[in-house]
């Protein structure tokens, strides 16, 4: 036991250089002069004997300081105080009394370009932070640390990091769409008897508009939360669903930037409801009239799930709360719109919605952990069958989906990929045609068994496919709103859910396969009714032809 002794004595005097260190920062912010910019230390005790510098100036604590855990330090406390709610520990400019200063020394400022921290303590070096190197900058970022590991996933002002989360032992009703999305929302809906929270990227139904009054004038607290600025601007309809509901005392907000608050996401691409506390509907489609269509009307193809879980619905409750406050959210605004119902067509439903029991479910946020999906992909043993709106390519790479699920593949994995074919899905040189030629290609070469279709639309009358969905080993169920592109999982809101159940597993394949084996061309993005009718097109083209010429020989 001699060596003992020793050992003590040398971890007592190591012990400080490791209480102490930089576990986050925000060097570029959104606001002039990024007077909000700051940095959290992690350590318990007293702060004096630290010193943190940039290589040109620094700043000290005074003598009297602790930190119980972690300490704020904020470039302007007050413009800190306006951006996160919250006042910093300390302060380096002196702009609130309420806030304890720094002492400084030189002038400390974290550079937006290239900068780096440094962290002394009694004039020991313990902590070197450098960008670029260490971390890749971008204005709004935060930089974080998670283990021994700088910016895991990106990080921007004002979201959230709330880890994934699993129930066991659920109830829940699954349903897809066209056939059965309307009776989930009426029946979710229907039920309320105190309040409903409403997170969804574009409410343009008036019919499901409809079913909310119904429910506020049947005492239930409605508040919904809208995307303020969608691809191609807030739709004429959905300013007309605002009217109206607001005509009803129906609270609307939208998240976008307003003036020096910034959007804490790209978009706000989520679609789900929060019902007494007790229930969620989760979806991958937006309340519109393709989403939600009348029964026995023709929409899109999605999925959707209603999770009865008090934990669940306390998990969204803790992310709308989350995602409704600050500067970002607003009042919806006031715009002449029009609520005329689209047209659509007949549809014969193919399935209904289905109660199980027993299901494991787990949360997935976009960008908090939407990596669970990769570990999903990672974790098949049999079977990948995945159904997208489309898939793209990162701007600096392959996309991560798509190479998990060639890599299993490439273990022996089962995979069938298949995505939409409405035309702005396949009019591009690079879209859903040509990825499906990419992934047929590679089987073909690697000789794997993989396969990839664009989906025959007009085969099962459907509008397009807009689902998210994907199945593993027949038992595993993602539902979301998460589209495989680089923007969705890593700088949208979005929700998911993994569910567990054997059964569940069943009902959306079977749904799967319908639209597969439906979808027999594997190589184009055109449907298989387009292509009867431009070769009959072509013949008739070669009959004229045909004609003419032979009118032309016989008059000679």
């Known amino acids: 036991m001699k060596w003992l002794l020793p050992f003590v004595v040398f971890s007592i ?9 930089v576990v986050e920062f925000c060097p570029d912010t959104y606001l002039t002069g990024d007077t909000d910019e700051y940095l959290i230390l992690e350590g318990a005790g007293g702060l004096e004997g630290l010193t943190i510098s940039d290589g040109e100036g620094g700043f000290r604590f005074p003598t009297d300081a602790q930190s119980t855990g972690v300490v704020t330090v904020a470039k302007e406390g007050r413009a800190f105080e306006t951006v996160y709610g919250k006042p910093p520990d300390f302060e380096i400019l002196d702009t609130s009394p309420a806030i304890e200063n720094v002492i400084r020394g030189g002038n400390f400022l974290m550079g937006n370009s290239g900068d780096e921290i440094l962290v002394y303590l009694n004039g020991d070096l313990i902590q070197r932070i450098t960008w670029p190197g260490d971390v890749k900058n971008r204005e709004g970022q935060v930089h974080f640390l998670e283990g021994e590991t700088w910016d895991p996933r990106p990080l921007f002002i004002g979201q959230s990091r709330f880890p994934p989360l699993t129930v066991d032992n659920v109830s829940l009703m699954a349903f897809v769409s066209p056939d059965g999305s309307y009776q989930a929302f ?28 119904k429910a506020q004038r049947n005492g239930a607290q409605v508040t919904v939360l809208l995307e303020g600025g969608p691809v191609g601007g807030i739709p004429a309809e959905e300013y007309c669903v605002a009217e109206r509901l607001r005509g009803f005392g129906i609270p609307l907000f939208q998240m976008r930037t307003e003036g020096e608050f910034h959007a804490k996401y790209r978009y706000n691409h989520a679609k789900y409801i929060v019902v007494d506390d007790q229930e969620v509907l989760l979806t991958s489609e937006n309340f519109n009239d393709n989403g939600f ?12 799930v209603i999770v009865r879980s008090t934990e669940l619905a306390a998990y969204f409750t803790r992310v709308f ?131 990839a279709r664009c989906a025959d639309l007009d085969a099962n009358n459907l509008e397009k496919i807009h689902n998210k969905g994907v199945i593993v080993d027949g038992e595993r169920v993602l539902v979301s709103s998460i589209n495989w592109n680089e923007n969705s999982p890593n700088y949208n ?37 387009a292509r009867i009718v431009l070769a ?17 020989y016989q008059k000679r």
């Open 13 to 21: 005097l190591i012990m400080p250089s490791l209480a102490f260190q």
């Open 293 to 304: 269509p009348a029964q026995n009307a023709r929409g899109n193809r999605g999925w959707g």
């Open 321 to 451: 709360t989350w995602d409704i406050s600050g500067g970002d959210v607003t009042p919806f605004p006031d715009g002449k719109g029009t609520c005329d119902t689209s047209s659509t067509a007949p549809y014969s439903p193919e399935s209904v919605p289905i109660w199980f029991e027993g299901a494991s479910v787990t949360v997935i946020l976009a960008p908090d952990s939407s990596s669970q999906i990769l570990s999903l992909l990672r974790g098949a043993e049999k079977s990948i069958d995945i159904e997208q709106a489309y898939i793209k390519n990162y701007s600096e790479g392959p996309n991560p989906f798509v190479e998990e699920a060639i890599d299993a593949a490439r273990r022996g994995v089962t995979v069938r990929v298949l995505l939409d074919s409405y035309w702005f899905n396949v009019n591009e040189p690079q879209d859903n045609d040509e990825m499906v030629a990419y992934l047929q290609g590679i089987a073909k070469e690697e000789g794997l068994p993989l396969d």
């Open 536 to 552: 009959i097109s072509v013949i008739i083209a070669l009959a004229l032809l045909y004609l003419v010429i032979h009118r032309k």
């Open 186 to 213: 009426r029946d979710i809906i229907g039920g309320a008897q105190e309040t409903i929270l409403v997170n969804v990227y574009e409410f343009t139904s008036p019919s499901l508009a409809e079913i909310l009054e």
């Open 493 to 529: 809101r979005e929700a998911g859910l993994i569910i567990e159940h054997e059964g569940v597993g069943a009902y959306f394949l079977s749904s799967f396969n319908d639209d597969w084996d439906a979808s027999t061309d594997t190589m184009t993005g055109q449907n298989n009714r």
